[in-house]
């Protein structure tokens, strides 16, 4: 018959210790372990955590550096504007005063242009007005050594041929002005009265007018040399003489009929318009 083992009757605890570990050891082994670790952990952290506070503080320095130096420029840069901005209101009020200046200098220029005008048309009325006996003679030759009374001789002449008389105390003087040009100055002849000059001037245009193919020239007085027209005018002041010049073109241009001087003043006429070109 076979044997057959009795199995060993244990304790129901004493079983349990057998089977099951031993928790507390267990546990103190791996709470130790674990432990370890995390202190191992820490000391592998805190230098990367300490150079990264020490970045941050670096960058806090420096950027309070910056902002330091930022803030310094932004005072500099008020200050600056702060002087500038008195500068130009320093400027503007210059410029104020000096446009005011020259405001008052341009109504005191536009008031003594308009008195240097006034005195200018009183000088040009009293030019006028010494000329206003006036005559002018053109293209008489000049004579060597020539004296007062070759110019009085040739006066002389002119009227006769104008038939007109002229007395020797109706001239007050006679003498050649002085031009550009040395040969043929003009002669002026000063007469004592208005009426003598305007009678000799209306005798010289009878005249020309009754001797259109043969006007007043040098012939007639005997001159020798060359024929040349001989043109007596009223003596003009210069700026009577230029405005006449303009005058005579303006005239030309627009198709005058007429374009003279009667005591000074221009006188124009235009050309009539026939009821056929209408």
């Known amino acids: 018959m076979p044997l057959t083992k009795t ?50 503080v670096e960058l806090k320095e420096e950027q309070k ?10 005072n500099a840069i008020r200050q600056q504007n702060e002087g500038m901005i008195e500068s130009i209101e320093f400027l503007t009020n210059e410029y104020r005063d000096l446009r005011k200046h020259v405001d008052n200098l341009e109504i005191e220029r536009k008031s ?3 008195y240097i005008q006034t005195l200018e048309n009183e000088i040009e009325s009293l030019k006028t007005s010494q000329k206003s006996s006036c005559i002018e003679i053109r293209n008489i030759p000049t004579k060597q050594k020539e004296a007062k009374q070759d110019l009085l001789d040739t006066i002389n002449k002119i009227s006769d041929v104008l038939n007109m ?44 007018l009754q001797h259109k193919n043969n006007k007043l020239n040098t012939s007639h007085l005997n ?34 009929k007429f374009c003279w001087t009667a005591g000074g003043i221009l006188q124009t006429i235009p050309k009539r318009v026939s009821s056929s070109s209408t």
């Open 7 to 56: 199995p060993v009757s244990r304790n129901k605890k004493t079983q349990e210790h057998v089977t099951q570990p031993n928790l507390v050891d267990i546990d103190v082994g791996d709470t130790y372990c674990t432990r370890s670790r995390k202190r191992g952990n820490d000391e592998e952290w805190s230098n990367p955590l300490m150079e990264i506070r020490k970045v941050i």
């Open 65 to 74: 550096q910056k902002l330091d130096e930022l803030q310094s420029s932004i």
């Open 112 to 114: 003594n242009q308009k």
């Open 165 to 208: 008389v002229v007395d020797a105390n109706s001239i007050r003087d006679i003498y050649r002005v002085n031009t550009k040009i040395d040969s043929n100055k003009p002669i002026i002849v000063e007469f004592t009265s208005v009426i003598t000059k305007e009678k000799l001037i209306e005798q010289c245009k009878k005249f020309n």
């Open 223 to 256: 001159i020798s040399g060359p024929q040349k027209s001989v043109y007596i005018s009223e003596h003009l002041t210069s700026r009577a003489r230029r405005l006449f010049f303009l005058a005579r073109g303006f005239a030309n241009t627009n198709e005058f």
